[in-house]
């Protein structure tokens, strides 16, 4: 059974940073695709990073990029989200999520392209 444990929300200022963990149960990352996500209530979950496969080539969302980092521990089957210079809009519940084999570049931020998905963890950036 795969499971997904996200963790390490919270609130913080305007300008702080975080870093989101993901621990995988029965799922490892090697050939395999993952990726972030985030809500807010009433809107679509959007794609804002991933890891696709098999190329192993990490993508950002244009509302993120250069301020959230994407990395991983296979040894640890932990993936991590690092969010710099945090603004209130950042504000949302986050997700990560995950699928076996293969997932193209171009379908790797869509949510509809992933099997399992964390329980969330929610982050408050106060202005």
């Known amino acids: 059974e795969v499971q997904l444990q996200a963790s390490g929300g919270g609130l913080v200022q305007a300008g702080g940073s975080l870093r989101l963990s993901c621990t995988a149960s029965?799922?490892?990352?090697?050939?395999?695709?993952i990726g972030w996500f985030r809500q807010v209530p009433g809107k679509e979950r959007e794609g804002i990073s991933c890891i696709s496969s098999p190329d192993g080539r990490t993508y950002y969302s244009d509302s993120v990029k250069g301020r959230f980092t994407f990395s991983r521990d296979n040894a640890k089957n932990t993936m991590y989200l690092q969010i710099n210079s945090l603004k209130p809009e950042d504000t949302a519940v986050y997700y990560c999520?995950?699928?076996?084999?293969?997932?193209?570049?171009?379908?790797?931020?869509?949510?509809?392209?992933?099997?399992?998905w964390g329980q969330g963890t929610l982050v408050t950036v106060s202005s």
């Open positions: 029965g799922f490892t990352f090697d050939d395999n695709a």
């Open positions: 999520a995950a699928r076996f084999n293969r997932l193209l570049p171009y379908m790797c931020l869509d949510p509809s392209s992933y099997t399992f």
